[in-house]
Nanobody, 125 residues
């Protein structure tokens, strides 16, 4: 059973930084893609970033390019999302997601098999 547990959310002022973590367990993730999505109040869940576990290839939403960085620690089975220059519009619940054996890096919610419970990020102006 795959488990994804997010941590690192919180309240931060605009311009500040946070680092989210997603601890993955239950499988060998060498062939997985790990992604981050977010959902703001009354909005659909949207893609933020993803990384291919085996190749280290990454993909980012245009809204976070240059501000967010996704990375992974193979030894710890943990994926990180470093968020810099945060804006109030980044306020959302952030979810970690996993997808097995795929070509490329999916960006659609339906393409992911496993999800964490989410962690709240609030950016004050």
């Amino acid at each position: 059973q795959v488990q994804l547990v997010e941590s690192g959310g919180g309240l931060v002022q605009a311009g500040g930084s946070l680092r989210l973590s997603c601890a993955a367990s239950g499988r060998t993730f060498s062939s997985y893609v790990m992604g981050w999505f977010r959902q703001a109040p009354e909005k659909d869940r949207e893609f933020v970033a993803a990384i291919s576990w085996s190749r280290g290839s990454t993909n980012y939403a245009d809204s976070v390019k240059g501000r967010f960085t996704i990375s992974w620690d193979n030894a710890k089975n943990t994926v990180y999302l470093q968020m810099n220059s945060l804006r109030p519009e980044d306020t959302a619940v952030y979810y970690c997601a996993a997808r097995s054996i795929v070509i490329g890096i999916p960006t659609l919610e339906d393409e992911y098999d496993y999800w964490g419970q989410g962690t709240q990020v609030t950016v004050s102006s």
